[in-house]
């Protein structure tokens, strides 16, 4: 699958050169991704490939609390990655322990980044559908908590994107693994005249690492 050319940009960076860490700052490093997230990045490779060789969908889930900025950059950059990659079987969903909206400043991050996004339900918690190639179904996506449809009831790899969900769910029903992988909330901008470049930088820094994690899985690593 050929993706929109600024999302094959930035998946193909992540194969080596300047680290992007969990804040979006650069660091000098040649693997792509920040001097300790390489162990629990390891760990989701290691769940997909089993599944994988075990002959069964790897499906992931990526849970913030509010499953409004994070988790759901985390979910499009993934399965992204995975298509980029050419790793089949892989099913990436998002949740919260609330729900709430996917939140405007991450829409025009995921814009600015190369997915398509267009809202298709104005609600409160308006839904969109998020493509990152032309052919395909589109993501659909609203914010949902982690156990809400149309997420798995079981058998998944539970991703915490933020240390305050993880605190908040020190058991994630379902699950078959959990993986710590947090990253600095870009809420922290709203309101200061700096939300582009902070969400934007954030965007940017789980998108390599998910071309981290599927660029591995391809290869075996």
Same mark, same amino acid.
């Given at each position: ?8 940009g ?31 990045l ?14 069964e ?9 509010h ?5 759901q ?41 190369? $997915? ?25 996506? $609203? ?8 997420n ?70």
């Open positions: 699958m050929r993706l929109f050319a600024g999302l094959v930035l998946l193909d960076g992540s194969l080596g050169g300047t680290s992007i860490g969990p804040s979006g700052g650069s660091s000098g490093g040649g693997t792509g991704v920040a001097p300790g997230r390489e162990e629990s390891g760990r989701l490779v290691e769940f997909v490939q089993q599944r994988r060789d075990s002959g969908p790897a499906r992931l889930v990526f849970i913030c609390t499953n409004s900025r994070r988790s950059m985390a979910q499009f950059w993934a399965q992204a990655a995975a298509a980029h990659f050419g790793v089949g079987e892989v099913e990436c969903y998002s949740g919260g322990t609330v729900a709430t909206e996917l939140n405007p400043h991450a829409v025009s991050a995921l814009r600015g980044c190369g $997915f398509q996004v267009q809202m298709k339900v104005p609600t409160d918690n308006p839904v969109y559908e998020v493509r990152f190639a032309e052919e395909g179904a589109p993501i659909v996506a $609203f914010s949902k908590a982690y156990s809400d449809p149309p798995p009831r079981d058998g998944y790899c539970a991703v915490m994107t933020c240390s305050d969900a993880d605190e908040e769910c020190p058991v994630v029903a379902g699950a078959d693994l959990r993986v710590s992988l947090p990253y600095e909330d870009p809420k922290v901008a709203d309101g200061t005249g700096r939300e582009g470049e902070v969400y934007a930088e954030r965007c940017r820094a789980i998108g390599v690492e998910m071309g981290w994690v599927f660029a591995r899985v391809r290869s075996g690593a």
